[in-house]
């Protein structure tokens, strides 16, 4: 059979069967992913390419794919762990867009596909430490957001970045409820200078592939020494504010979540403690905890963020 190449067909041209057929060939890079989203249905996932980083900082056992993309957190979806896997089919990743603006010389719109073929991804394997008290190690894929903050020149007078998830009750059941969990669409925030640190990453993939709706499909936020709640997933807005801007569960339970969410295990939270975490994959509940680093293991990049910053009081 004749393989074509993404870049010369039309994707109402594209049969089922040929995608399916081709897709290892083919479906790589910014072009298979257009073609993927074009064709919702036909495949779960499109592979990416992307180069091994060397800020890939552990080398610890990675956590199952199966279970990195069926214990989740994504209330948009529902409060049960199993419940964005099982509900998340809903939600329509394409066309999809992020639209950047605030206090920059250049506000954009951009497409996803657009995003990924102008950048260079990278594999990075990252520690995930909830704040509930278990963490994953996961092979993210995706690029630096200091790239893209660069291409939209942010003015001096920008001293923060905020966040904003898809707002669609009709394909996020968890928003369409009599008593919701939080007030949506879901919003979060990093200082300027925490947002251009190497390690902060806009993912588009994780386990080579592009990420499952369930994981924050198709483009999420992943700050590693942070609690897990800060990475904002399924981004349509990105904006350069002066002022701290609000985020979802510090405005819900202030005493408990606080704006900064580094992880730190001499800071409880009010539930759980944050000295030792459960490892997924490791057992069941009863399983030997593991104790908790500082920065979730990345001090020695991050630690100069907060100098001079009381952490109990920032937390």
Request: hydrophobic letters at 40%; a neutral charge; glycine letters at 8%.
């Amino acid at each position: 059979m004749l393989i074509r190449r993404p870049s010369d067909i039309l994707p109402s041209e594209i049969t089922p069967r040929e995608v399916y057929l081709n897709r290892r060939q083919w479906m790589t890079g910014a072009a298979g992913l257009a073609l993927a989203t074009a064709l919702p249905g036909v495949l779960e996932a499109a592979p990416l390419q992307a180069a091994k980083s060397p800020l890939s900082t552990t080398d610890e056992k990675l956590t199952s794919r199966e279970d990195v993309t069926s214990y989740n957190n994504f209330y948009e979806f529902g409060t049960g762990k199993d419940d964005p896997a099982a509900k998340a089919k809903s939600l329509k990743t394409s066309p999809w867009t992020v639209k950047v603006d605030g206090m920059v010389g250049k506000p954009a719109e951009f497409a996803i596909e657009d995003l990924i073929k102008s950048s260079a991804l990278e594999e990075r394997i990252y520690r995930m430490r909830c704040v509930e008290g278990w963490s994953m190690v996961i092979p993210w894929v995706g690029f630096p957001l200091a790239d893209l903050i660069k291409r939209v020149e942010p003015l001096g007078s920008a001293k923060y970045v905020a966040f904003e998830t898809a707002y669609r009750p009709e394909e996020m059941p968890g928003m369409d409820t009599l008593f919701p969990v939080l007030e949506w669409p879901y919003v979060e925030g990093l200082r300027l200078d925490e947002a251009m640190n190497p390690l902060t990453i806009l993912a588009v993939g994780l386990y080579g592939e592009t990420l499952p709706n369930q994981n924050g499909a198709p483009i999420r936020l992943v700050v590693p020494w942070k609690y897990g709640f800060k990475g904002i997933k399924s981004i349509t807005r990105i904006s350069f504010v002066e002022k701290q801007p609000p985020t979802s569960w510090n405005k819900q339970a202030p005493n408990e979540y606080g704006f900064y969410a580094n992880v730190n295990p001499s800071v409880d939270h009010p539930r759980w403690s944050q000295a030792t975490e459960r490892r997924i994959g490791e057992g069941g509940l009863f399983v030997k905890r593991r104790p908790t680093l500082m920065f979730n293991g990345y001090a020695d990049q991050v630690a100069s963020l907060y100098t001079g910053m009381d952490l109990r009081k920032f937390y």
